[in-house]
T-cell receptor, first 110, second 112 residues
Framework: GQQLNQSPQSMFIQEGEDVSMNCTSSSIFNTWLWYKQDPGEGPVLLIALYKAGELTSNGRLTAQFGITRKDSFLNISASIPSDVGIYFCAGSADYYKLSFGAGTTVTVRA | NAGVTQTPKFQVLKTGQSMTLQCAQDMNHEYMSWYRQDPGMGLRLIHYSVGAGITDQGEVPNGYNVSRSTTEDFPLRLLSAAPSQTSVYFC???????????FGPGTRLTVT
């Protein structure tokens, strides 16, 4: 399968901080998706990106589809405690085949 | 709508046993997929189906069988469980010509 490199692997957030994470691929994708997974739950779709250069927001979340079609980033602004979880990027060249990154684990800084 | 449902939530098997993980969706989605999630790794595609009667292999299909006799159901069968199949299994579905897959809550499987 396709290899996606997602970074950072983990991060600590303080309430009110802006945080960002990114994903790169050796292959071109037609779509980039960002999911969030809470403990014991399935991934939930946050944002879908369909065009190179596209910048899309969903509340405090903003994601961009890289111009080369090989990367994407996700920003969370003014983080709150419920932002903790695992964030996954996923890329797709076919409708029914998603390739996932290994995830970024977001936890609250004590 | 219940969305995508999976049963059981947890399962423990002994090596060599067989079992079926159930997945159902009530959204009339054409596409359904099975993924496994292992620690430190993203989800990996096991099998997928683009409609009733049509299935195909994903990235890690060995040791698993699927069938799709109805639009709603997409069961995953483990023929002879191995410890390497200890994982969390997720079923997902989407409408035709869409990239936006929606996931069930998962089945946590342990093979001893």
């Amino acid at each position: 399968g396709q290899q996606l490199n997602q970074s950072p692997q983990s991060m600590f957030i303080q309430e009110g901080e802006d945080v960002s994470m990114n994903c790169t691929s050796s292959s071109i994708f037609n779509t980039w998706l960002w999911y969030k997974q809470d403990p014991g739950e399935g991934p939930v779709l946050l944002i879908a990106l369909y065009k190179a250069g596209e910048l899309t927001s969903n509340g405090r979340l903003t994601a961009q589809f890289g111009i080369t079609r090989k990367d994407s980033f996700l920003n969370i602004s003014a983080s709150i405690p419920s932002d903790v979880g695992i964030y996954f990027c996923a890329g797709s060249a076919d409708y029914y085949k998603l390739s996932f990154g290994a995830g970024t684990t977001v936890t609250v800084r004590a | 709508n219940a969305g995508v449902t999976q049963t059981p939530k947890f399962q423990v098997l002994k090596t060599g046993q067989s079992m079926t993980l159930q997945c159902a969706q009530d959204m009339n989605h054409e596409y359904m997929s099975w993924y496994r999630q292992d620690p430190g790794m993203g989800l990996r595609l096991i099998h997928y189906s683009v409609g009733a009667g049509i299935t195909d292999q994903g990235e890690v299909p060995n040791g698993y069988n699927v069938s799709r006799s109805t639009t709603e159901d997409f069961p995953l069968r483990l023929l002879s469980a191995a410890p390497s199949q200890t994982s969390v299994y997720f079923c997902a579905s989407t409408v035709a010509d869409s990239y936006e897959q929606y996931f069930g809550p998962g089945t946590r499987l342990t093979v001893t």
